[in-house]
């Protein structure tokens, strides 16, 4: 661990012993760091902030979905079709009832908000913040499979990871395959990337990884859709 990393451990734990009186933790990371999501953000800071934490923050999940889903009694599907979107407090989930199917983790909501799922149930994972609530929800899900879709770079890497970690079986998308599809037709049209980032959040070696740092550019999920509508990407089988 690196002695910048040590000193802001140091530095929040100071602040939970002797000043935290159950701020958020984005005032928290605010004061402390003049970022709001600089906790959020490393992982350590995260679990130490939420291990001495008076309480974590609202659990509020986002899901859509064309599937006869019922939580609690209350059929999602078909709020899904009236009003778009449903949100729900994950604390409060008493019940479940659904047909089995892919689950879709999205890290950005662009995607969430724009694609339509394919016997599909779709999550808004809304940063590091969300993780926890969010796989404790997928878990008492009777699903097929669980994809993260997520931007190709350091930050979407890291969320897949810490949902791996959390659920066990989970697939990123864009696979490697989608991705290598993409870089031989588009690459000159990708940004640069920050690879320093990925050596920061500490990610475990992978072929997306590697390939990553290789090429040194990312793959945003706003122009994956883009190559939905006008690139020739086939869409995958949870997007209707």
């Known amino acids: 661990m690196d002695e910048t990393l040590l000193g802001d451990l140091e530095k929040l734990k100071k602040f939970m012993e002797e000043e935290y009186r159950g701020e958020d933790i984005r005032f928290c990371s605010a004061y402390l760091f003049g970022d709001s999501k600089f906790i959020e953000r490393r992982k350590p800071l995260f679990k130490m902030f939420n291990s001495m934490a008076f309480v974590e923050r609202p659990n509020i999940i986002y899901i859509r979905t064309d599937t006869n889903l019922k939580i609690n009694g209350v059929n999602i599907g078909e709020l899904t079709e009236k009003l778009t979107l449903a949100a729900f407090f994950g604390g409060r989930v008493e019940s479940i009832e659904m047909e089995r199917c892919d689950v879709v983790i999205s890290e950005n909501l662009s995607f969430f908000m724009a694609e339509r799922p394919k016997d599909a149930v779709f999550l808004y994972n809304k940063g590091f913040h969300l993780t926890n ?12 499979n669980v994809y993260f879709f997520g931007d190709f770079d350091c930050q979407g890497l890291s969320i897949f990871e810490s949902l791996m970690e959390k659920i066990g079986s989970v697939e990123f998308y864009p696979d490697i395959d989608t991705v290598k599809w993409v870089f031989e037709r588009y690459g000159n049209r990708l940004p640069h990337a920050e690879i320093a980032e990925c050596n920061e959040k500490r990610l475990k070696q992978s072929e997306l990884l590697n390939f990553y740092k290789k090429q040194e550019r990312k793959i945003e999920q706003e122009f994956l859709q883009v190559l939905f509508s006008k690139g020739g990407l086939k869409k995958p089988k949870w997007i209707m």
């Open 133 to 144: 609530p969010i796989a404790n929800f997928v878990k008492k899900l009777n699903y097929v």
